[in-house]
């Protein structure tokens, strides 16, 4: 039973409690706030599914109302002449492709990247680049992320994406084995 349908099965009973003991002298408002605090409380307590930690769960493609999506992820840092002459953060650029579609559905997206290089990730924000990625290629878009870490080139690190459908529904899907790469 999940900690919210918990609290809510218990507040009858803290009510009971609360008219049967000296609780009574504290306001009504009061005994609220307090139960919505411990509420909160117990649903942190919850360990909630995790993109970085449950990497082996997630599968490379999804099929979204009859569409399979799949992925390609590009990870590296810049280190051409100039502002970032060290190196830049890790940068990523994400093409989704409707396999099975003639064009992207238009219903869908991506907002969330998670890397994962041993111990350490990296959650970014996804933006839509190139929707269709080009006139030959209608049904994939690109996104991209920056500001990653300064994870070393040619390290191998794994990546997650984050699907939106409709806007509210999530699905997420993997790359494996990827190695950041570097322009110069």
Not at 113 to 137: C, T
Request: proline share 6%; aromatic share 10%; glycine share 6%.
């Amino acid at each position: 039973m999940k900690a919210r349908q918990v609290f809510i099965l218990s507040i009858p009973l803290l009510r009971a409690w609360a008219q049967s003991s000296r609780l009574l002298k504290f306001s009504p408002v009061f005994l609220t706030i307090l139960l919505i605090q411990a509420s909160l409380s117990l649903s942190s307590c919850q360990s909630p599914f995790s993109p970085v930690k449950d990497l082996d769960k997630i599968p490379e493609t999804a099929i979204i109302e009859g569409t399979k999506i799949s992925m390609t992820v590009y990870l590296w840092r810049d280190f051409m002449p100039g502002e970032n002459s060290g190196g830049s953060d890790l940068m990523a650029a994400v093409v989704l492709t409707a396999e099975n579609a003639s064009s992207f559905p238009v219903y869908l997206t991506a907002d969330k990247i998670y890397v994962v290089y041993g111990n350490d990730s990296w959650e970014g924000n996804l933006k839509e680049d190139f929707r269709p990625l080009s006139p030959a290629d209608l049904n994939k878009i690109s996104l991209s992320a920056r500001g990653g870490p300064k994870w070393p080139v040619g390290s191998q690190v794994d990546a997650v994406v984050r699907l939106v459908a409709h806007g509210s529904s999530y699905y997420l899907i993997k790359a494996s084995h990827l190695t950041i790469g570097a322009t110069h």
